[in-house]
């Protein structure tokens, strides 16, 4: 089935509808937990999103570079997502990919359809929407565009943004830049685990097989925004994820049990550890729980790219050195197809759909 132009969120949005359709009101034990997110984001109190400054990453000065390094695994160990500042990706480079998914996405919808995806025919690149796919009808406030964008041998530019002609040069050039931070992230990660720099990139598939997919989510203006998600609450099945919005908040974080919304941060790119990692390291980096809120009067746009290993070649399970008596593998071997499946099942047996 092709999803149609009525299943558009944006469609749906631009209506002139006030109250939602049921399946996007989240179920009555949720709904307590969603508040206005431009008043959570004003919060100060209580913990927050902390900020990794890589300036100094690569600094000839040991005790600096050290510093800098020990903050980053920290924050993977401690909450598994961060603000990264001097993450070293040129400004206009990201200006120029904000620009083009901007672009592409204020076209009209009919255009956009061009490039629709089918799900269920396994086409998943392309522009698409949620399709619900349990008993409950659980659906998400957001449309989004998705593909695969390296290793550049295995993309397939033809199901790519046409419109504007920069997406293609900006959205690639962007996708090998943060490939090469992927790289870097996973060396101090191994490091911190006391393995040989490589380690983890090795273990992921290195650069012939982890897989960087860029998805752009956008959320429409939502009437009825404290009973509805952009994105429901999920952890990330990615090695590492590093995403870019437009300045409008809507992350949440579920830190020591209560939803934390991230700021937004200027110049920042959030980095997500994903599972993979957290499988790979015996969670002792942490990939967190969390989801994505919508609001009544601004769109927002968030541009994901999940660095991804390869879904049957490699078998995920704790490398053996970050094992010990008093520290036994928490995470059974799974391929990451199998990882996917299994959380897939598991919330269908818990009654939630999957995301
Ligand atoms: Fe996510």
């Known amino acids: 089935m092709v999803a149609s132009v ?8 631009g209506s002139g509808i006030q109250s939602i359709p049921k399946e996007y009101v989240r179920p009555q034990e949720e709904l307590t937990s969603i508040g206005n997110v431009f008043e959570e984001e004003k919060k100060e109190e209580g913990p927050q999103v902390p900020t990794i400054d890589l300036k100094e990453i690569d600094s000839e000065d040991e005790v600096v570079r050290e510093k800098c390094r020990e903050n980053l695994k920290k924050a993977a160990q401690d909450w598994g997502v961060m603000h990264l500042v001097n993450h070293g990706i040129p400004f206009d480079l990201i200006d120029r990919v904000k620009k083009a998914g901007e672009t592409f996405f204020s076209q009209p919808i009919e255009e956009k359809e061009k490039y629709a995806n089918d799900q269920a025919s396994g086409k998943i690149q392309g522009y698409g929407s949620k399709l619900a796919n349990n008993a409950s009808g659980q659906l998400e406030w957001e449309d989004y565009f998705f593909h695969l964008a390296f290793p ?36 101090i990660l191994s490091l911190g685990l006391g393995l040989e720099e490589g380690r983890l990139e090795k273990e992921v598939g290195g650069i012939e097989e982890l897989l960087v997919q860029m998805k752009i989510n ?7 925004p404290e009973l509805a998600l952009g994105v429901e609450a999920h952890t ?5 994820t590093f995403i870019l919005h437009n300045m409008v908040p809507g992350l949440q974080l579920f830190y020591e049990g209560k939803w934390v919304t991230a700021k937004c941060v200027p110049n920042s790119i959030i980095m997500h550890i994903g599972d993979t990692v957290e499988i790979l390291s015996n969670g002792k980096y942490k990939s967190i729980l969390h989801r994505g809120l919508v609001n009544k009067e601004k769109v927002r746009i968030s541009w994901a790219v999940f660095c991804e290993p390869p879904k049957e070649k490699i078998i995920l399970k704790p490398l053996p050195e ?34």
């Open 6 to 13: 009525a299943s558009r969120v944006e469609s749906l949005a």
């Open 152 to 187: 550049e041998e295995k993309r397939d530019l033809s199901i790519w943004p046409k419109t504007p002609s920069d997406y293609i040069d900006a959205t690639s050039e962007y996708a090998k830049r943060l490939r090469g931070l992927a790289t870097k992230v996973l060396s």
């Open 218 to 224: 956008y959320y429409p203006k939502c009437p009825q």
């Open 236 to 240: 990330d099945v990615s090695a590492l």
């Open 322 to 355: 970050v094992l010990s008596e008093t520290e036994p593998s928490l995470f059974p071997p799974r391929t990451f197809a199998q990882h996917i499946q299994h959380k897939l099942f598991r919330k269908s047996q818990e009654g939630l759909p999957p995301n």
